[in-house]
């Protein structure tokens, strides 16, 4: 069993940055792939970035050299740099494990946080 907890959240200016992290409980962690999401008001959570437990990433296009996940087995953590934020940013963040390596669907991780609000405005 893996419990996750976002923290970092908040409001930001258009063009700021945030970094969230993803607490997670549970000695096998280190062996999951890791993802974040989002969520805004009236749509479905998409993918935004994830990680295998090796280090290897995968980013969703519009986050592409702007966000970067990364993951500290050591303290069962995983972060999301957010830079140059825009508006459209806006969004509940969830973290994600699972054990099927990498994928974009969120039926293909098995826990996830309760979420945590990045509001960015204009």
């Known amino acids: 069993q893996v419990q996750l907890v976002e923290s970092g959240g908040g409001l930001v200016q258009a063009g700021g940055s945030l970094r969230l992290s993803c607490a997670a409980s549970g000695r096998t962690f280190s062996s999951y792939a890791a993802a974040w999401f989002r969520q805004a008001p009236g749509k479905e959570r998409e993918f935004v970035a994830a990680i295998r437990w090796t280090g290897g990433t995968y980013y969703e296009d519009s986050v592409k050299g702007r966000f970067t996940i990364s993951r500290d087995n050591s303290k069962n953590t995983v972060y999301l740099q957010m830079n140059s934020l825009k508006p459209e940013d806006t969004a509940v963040y969830y973290c994600?494990?699972?054990?099927?390596?990498?994928?974009?669907?969120?039926?293909?991780?098995?826990?996830w946080g309760q979420g945590t609000q990045v509001t960015v405005s204009s």
């Open positions: 994600a494990a699972g054990r099927n390596g990498i994928r974009t669907r969120t039926s293909g991780y098995d826990y």
